[in-house]
């Protein structure tokens, strides 16, 4: 069974930046598509940033530029890099994983394992 977890949030203030990190366990890493949603306070949950297994990218508009998703096949897990971050950043952050390699779809339901979520917070 697909194991995820995520790590590396906190508290941070605006302009600066967190690195979260999403460990993957259970199949071949390697050939999934992996994605970042976060789900801010009295929101729904909203992608942020996805990587294929070759590792294309894609990001929403409101991260562009200042957040990058990465993968580190060695150790089985995928990064995203949060830079010059906004009290609008504040959210509880999702990894999720697509078992056919798929990452382009910003639809919950086509990822098929999730974990649990780190809070990131910026302060103003």
């Known amino acids: 069974q697909v194991q995820l977890v995520e790590s590396g949030g906190g508290l941070v203030q605006a302009g600066g930046s967190l690195r979260l990190s999403c460990e993957f366990s259970?199949?071949?890493?390697?050939?999934?598509?992996m994605v970042w949603f976060r789900q801010a306070p009295d929101k729904g949950r909203e992608f942020t940033a996805s990587i294929s297994w070759s590792g294309d990218t894609s990001y929403a508009d409101s991260v562009k530029g200042r957040f990058t998703i990465s993968r580190d096949d060695t150790h089985d897990t995928v990064h995203l890099q949060m830079n010059s971050l906004k009290p609008e950043d504040t959210a509880v952050y999702y990894c999720a994983a697509n078992k056919y390699g798929a990452y382009l779809s910003r639809s919950m339901k086509d990822y098929d394992y999730w974990g649990q979520g780190t809070q990131v917070t910026v302060s103003s």
């Open positions: 259970g199949r071949t890493f390697s050939s999934y598509g």
